[in-house]
């Protein structure tokens, strides 16, 4: 979906939030597009939860302020260029945002049905409402069939798009969320993103925050990362890998994937220069300033190897790879 | 409605575990079921009694037969310490012990020990009481016993003494009597007269006159013969003439015969005078002897006389000794007699002779307020209020521990729904479960065990319905403090505990110390309640009486839910920084020394040869190896690596610089001994193996984790494959061969 580049809805201004001695955010200035889906990158411990937490107001930052901007909020007295706190309207901002946290928050021993019943009632919502957006939900995270199975007994995958499913039952204008895909298998986190951008399709804006940086650059339209409390670049995934490298990445998933046997006969054979070789996540990452060449004589090595191709993809290099090089260029030297 | 969506939510929460809607259904009756017939009993204490005397006899059996009741199971024991050993073993709660030679007597102290375990706290008293009394019913009656003898006694001895009263009168006229006549005695003693002196008695004037006497009488004698001589011859002139006379012859016979007569009796007269005569010499004779008898005699009377004087003067001595002592007899009788009178009004003074006052003054009689045919009567508030403030706090506590922990939590936090409505939800969850339950004990309390309750149902219900809202509160407060169910719990069956043993259900308040009673009877909210509960309940006391109270108990449940709130305030703060990710400042502490200690584990791992510390031992690359090395050099080659007085630390430096140990840097930099240099960089060779182990076991966990999340990667990988394959239609040799050496190659 195409974020509305003009119409921010949710604003960072110069927030800092310390605790205790030590400086968790650090001056982090950020927009957020209406309609976007933003992606918050960043190492352990480098101040992503807490960013999201101080988003919706759980956590009031030392200083700075966080403004948003959600026009159904307002009414016929409040000016429509106005942007408002959400530490003074938490009300409103609890209204309009969805939070789903790194560990799905719900009740294990109620079922998705009357999870979703409950925190509908927390939100104000009529009955007739919550059982509408109840089902459209259930269907939509692909649950419905388990509605009245226990949440405690379902997979790691359902549990993660009940919890979803649960921040989305008052139908936010804003949905956060931290790390949706962390503990899912490849397939359920492939189903995860797919969601994620059905639910973005639909109009809410989407702040989320990842490890798996490869998925974020499909999925994202602009991103941030975030290192030892600050926002040392934010844009589009590309616009981002474009400040620190030039070449393309290859990504190959091959059967039966020797990648080591195949890495070497690329070594050996290959006329490019490929400057970079590695194995990650079960697939074969290549990085070329001459992509379709490189790609061409890869098959043909893959062909040769007997090596059955499953899956390829022409890229910039991973966001990954654009994050270590980052970290090195800002890390801090005693 | 919020509260209530939140009151069905955590009913489904609590009922959806099986075993806590058992206990929360069946506990209730389970509970007053078993107290109920526990304590649904007007028994009195059975007690196990056993006994032991080095002798028998009748008083001991006297006293042993008195426990020979359905209430008391007795046994005998051989010694005290089998008798001892059964109150410790619990077959025995008490031991009674007679002493040798048990019988009643003078300066004998008969001592009758009884054995109790008082670590009993709750029975031994009540074991001591119930034998006491049945031992003191036989004491009373060896008191009476004796009592009654020493009453008869004292009456016997007043009337002994009424009775001789009258003796005291008869010995004080006696004695005045006596005294009487021995002071008679004495004047008639002093006057008498016992001069005496045979001179007076003239007695040779007695002989002298006898003699004349004799002779006066010869004389006499002579003259009567010569009367009688001239009488008759007077008679016979007479005789002569009358014959001459002219007479009748009566009268001359009358004349003869007095003629006759008289001569006749001059004739006597004449012998008289002579027999007389001799007589008279005779007795003149006789008169002499006598006189000089009687002169004898008076010489010997004259010497009796003077013994009688001197008789009689002792005798006027004894006499007045006498009367001395009659009068000091008599000052005794009188001093007896004012005893005797002072014992009989002291006797007459006891105003109590009848037995049994003497022996109990007092009657006592306990009238309990209430009466009631079972002990659950009067136990049922302190075991209502115990099963609310138990469950209360329990409940409360759990379920608040419950929905802090649960992944909930968090979006409850961020719902536009106020802590208070939480609250409320929670507090109303708690309250409904525990009135449910109160209602359930109450129902069976009045229809199963048959007690009454309607008569004061609106107190108590206000009463309890406080008690359970304060509790439900306490527990909520003890949930937001704690953070898992087990310290919860804890902190749960500890609060209740306290409130218990520093109640007087278990231990007198009487009985402790004032400050603590006091403490108790103020702010233990367990006797507060348990006592309005009693009020109401018990003694069916009216609201208007123990209105105050319930007001001070509604205060004390607004100040609760207050402190609740507030409670609920800060730890929610602290849970959303948790849940931000942010750690208390010693775990942030201990986050960054696992990190510190990883990044210095590492660096000594890298120690290349160019920059392992040189010396003319040797070469080190770890602080063991400096250590060792340290420790083989002298102090001379030591000082050209530290001189503190220039600053020059050589091994500080390379303890910075290539360890990358800014710790390890100062403590050497501080130290300038060779062996302390040694030491320390020995204790840092042992930290650092103590870190490796500790990365290895955690790399070890990782690993395992990792191969997991591998080894589910690999299945998904292999299904998808084998989907995608089976979709293309791919060969299936070739799918085989793949999935296979996929296989091989896990």
Redesign the interface.
Known sequence: MHSDMASAVLKLSNITKK??H?T?LDNVNLDINSGEIFGIIGLS?SGK??LL??M?G??RPNYGDVLFKIEHLLNYRDDKSQYRSVYKN??DV??A?G?A?Q????????TPI??L???G????LSSDIINTNSEILLQLMGIADSKNL?SGYMSGGMKKRLDIA??LIHDPKILILDEPTSDL???NRKQMWALIRQINEKGTTIILSSHFLDELEGLCDRVGILYNGQVICAGTPNEVKSIYTKEDEIRLET???KYQKIMERISKESKLQIKKMFIQD?RLVLYTSKPERGLHEVLHILEQMGE?L?DVSVNKPSLQEVLEKLIQGHKVVK | MKITAIIKKNFKLVLRSKVSALILLFGPLLIIFLVGLAFNTGQSLQVNVGYYSPDYNDLTDSFIDLLKTQQYSLKQYASEAECRDAIAGGLAHICVIFPEGFRIENDRINEVRFLVDNSKINLFESVVDSIETKFNIRAFELSAGMAEDIVARLNQTKSEIASKNVLFDQLKSENKQMYDLVRSMYRNMSSLDLSFSSADFKIAELKRQSGDISNSLSSIRDEGFRAVESGLDLTDDIRDTIKDINLSAADRKELNDLLTSAVTSFNSIKASLEDEGLDADEKSDRLLDLISASESSLNKIEEKIRKAQSARDRVMVSANATQKNLNQSLVKINAVENSFKAIAQNLAGTKVTDVQTIISPIVKKVEPIVTAESQLNYYFPYLIVLVVMFIGILLASTLSIMEKTSNAHFRNLITPTGDLIFMLGHFFTTLIILVVQVIVILLIYTLYFNQELFSALWPTSIVLFLIMGFFTLLGMVVGNIFDSEETGTLASISISSIFLFISDLVYPLEKMPVYVADLARNYNPFVFGTDLLRRTMVHKLPMYTVGLEILALLGICAGAFLVTYLVMKVTKKQYLLRAAGYMSRQQLGRKYKAIEDQRIFEASRNVTAEKAFKTSKGTASTPGELSVLISAMDDMEFREYVNNATGKNDFAVWAKEVLDNDALADRLRKEDTRKGTASILARAQEDLERIGRILREKQKREQKSKRYKAEQQLSEVEKKLVEKNFEEKKPENKEDEAVKQKKSKS
């Open positions: 605790f205790g030590k968790v411990g939860t807490t937490n101080t919706i759980s956590l938490e009300t609890k209204k945002f939070f946290a560990t799905p928050s719900f009740y294990n021993k109620l009357e999870n019943r409950y925190f009632k927390l939100y104000e226990i649960c921040a298998d490849p397939i059967s039966p994937g079960n059955l499953i």
